[in-house]
């Protein structure tokens, strides 16, 4: 079984873990291209660099090229959007740190997205 590593910023570390995010978005460079050029299993996903970091595994299922409006520039953006599953594990993460008002705001952004699935799992 093969994983995919990437690290993500807080508040969508949080909303993958909480379940509101259903998929994760990177840009389309050579980096990106070599990564997803393999087949994966799960997707690690780290909250920093530290060797106590947050840290979890989500089921992978695949990716699409996606068009996205951008959250942070306000920008269209042509991205690849990684399919995520289930939250299987998580390592020095208590999730105390998300806030319903907080999956106001994501739901907020991902509706503007056009991401379809905000359920939790």
Known sequence: MTTLK??????WFDAIAAGIKTEEYREIKPYWTKRLEKSYDFVQ?????RSDAPVMTVEYHGFTIKMILHPIT?????VYA???GRVLWTKNYDG???FPSSKRKYEQVF???GEKNMSTH
């Open 6 to 11: 990437a690290t993500l910023h807080k508040q």
């Open 45 to 49: 996903f780290r909250n920093g660099y």
């Open 74 to 78: 306000n920008k269209m953006e042509t």
């Open 82 to 84: 990684l399919k995520l």
């Open 96 to 98: 105390r740190s998300f």
């Open 111 to 113: 509706k503007k997205n």
